[in-house]
């Protein structure tokens, strides 16, 4: 049963190791052997074992997952098939710590990794002075017990929500504190800043956070609308995002907390910015309506269950239990 899990979170893991360490490898946890967070993800050729249960994808393949209301999940689930890897949940302190515990659960249980992110009820200047911490650390210590690999972000896409001042002192608070077993911490930043706003971008990106983060996420959307779709595409971010992290030396592993598109192509460029840009943890696909997204139906259904099924991507792992 060590072996078992130690496969199954290798391929749930994926490139999303801890802090930045020498070498290829580092240990986390009792026997289990995770890549370093700035190693480059190896070539995307899927390798299986066999575990009695399903399979788990050798380490470095992206998992691609969904983001979802928990009210549309199960229906979005049966459309889009099998391969989901990851899942994006939505949670706030301010109404305790095991807000929407059950959705990480469901996620572990069907093999996907959690990706969670809080908020604080708006209350920024609160969790910046530590009010929420307590909380916080009862949350942690809830996920860590899971022993199951589980990405948390604080305030995803902070910029016009929070200054620079309040996440980095409210993240300074809270991330530290859920840093621990086969948790990993990083932001989901408003992706579209690195179009044209790479110095705001950046300015939410200090040294003191990077070195906090063991992965950096970006949400993405087509710029435009439906009916006139504009010229940036959300696939164009995640070589932005690599371009970005380069210029600051940095080689965390990245992530999309959201992407979605108004057109088959779209949805397929940006599954395929996912699969074969080195070093990707996640992508999740936004599947309802709202924002600037909408539902996946008709082609650009079948865009996103061709990337699911694609070799490149991480399987989910499943028990029959």
Same mark, same amino acid.
């Given at each position: 049963m060590e072996d078992l899990t130690r496969r199954k979170m290798l391929g749930l893991l994926g490139g999303a190791a801890g802090a930045a360490v020498v070498g290829a490898t580092t240990l986390s946890g009792p026997g289990l052997l995770l890549p370093a967070a700035g190693a480059q993800a190896a070539p995307r050729k899927r390798r299986r074992y066999s575990t009695g249960m399903k399979v788990a994808v050798a380490a470095g393949a992206p998992l691609i997952?969904?983001?979802?209301?928990?009210?549309?999940?199960?229906?979005?689930?049966?459309?889009?098939?099998?391969?989901?890897?990851?899942?994006?949940i939505f949670a706030d302190l301010s109404n305790g710590a095991t807000d929407q515990i059950k959705l990480v659960e469901e996620a572990h249980k069907a093999g996907m990794l959690p990706v969670i992110s809080y908020k604080v009820g708006g209350d920024a200047a609160g969790?910046?002075?530590?009010?929420?911490?307590?909380?916080?650390?009862?949350?942690?210590?809830?996920?860590?017990?899971?022993?199951?690999?589980?990405?948390?972000?604080?305030?995803?896409e902070p910029y016009g929500d929070l200054t620079v001042a309040q996440y980095v002192a409210a993240s300074k608070q809270l991330l530290p504190i859920f840093k621990r077993g086969l948790l990993r911490v990083g932001p989901i930043l408003n992706g579209w800043l690195l179009d044209n706003k790479v110095s705001t971008f950046g300015s939410y990106c200090p040294d003191e956070l990077l070195k906090l983060w063991?992965?950096?996420?970006?949400?993405?959307?087509?710029?435009?609308?439906?009916?006139?779709? !504009?010229?940036?595409?959300?696939? #164009? =971010?995640?070589? /932005?995002?690599? *371009?970005? %992290?380069?210029?600051?030396s940095c080689t965390l592993p990245i992530g999309v907390g959201e992407y979605n598109g108004y057109s088959a192509t779209s949805i397929t460029d940006a599954g395929e910015a996912l699969l074969s840009t080195p070093n990707v943890?996640?992508?999740?696909?936004?599947?309802?309506?709202?924002?600037? !997204?909408?539902?996946?139906?008709? #082609? =650009?259904?079948? /865009?996103?269950? *061709?990337? %699911?099924?694609?070799?490149r991507a991480g399987d989910p792992i499943t028990s029959r239990a």
């Open positions: 997952g969904m983001s979802s209301p928990a009210g549309e999940w199960a229906t979005r689930v049966k459309e889009v098939g099998p391969g989901l890897g990851a899942r994006r969790a910046a002075s530590g009010k929420y911490n307590a909380v916080a650390q009862q949350a942690a210590t809830k996920l860590a017990s899971y022993n199951r690999p589980t990405a948390v972000s604080f305030w995803h063991n992965f950096v996420a970006i949400d993405t959307y087509e710029s435009g609308t439906m009916d006139d779709p !504009g010229t940036i595409k959300p696939a #164009d =971010r995640i070589p /932005a995002l690599v *371009k970005y %992290l380069k210029s600051r943890w996640f992508g999740c696909v936004w599947n309802s309506t709202g924002g600037k !997204g909408y539902v996946l139906t008709g #082609d =650009r259904l079948t /865009a996103f269950r *061709k990337t %699911l099924a694609d070799p």
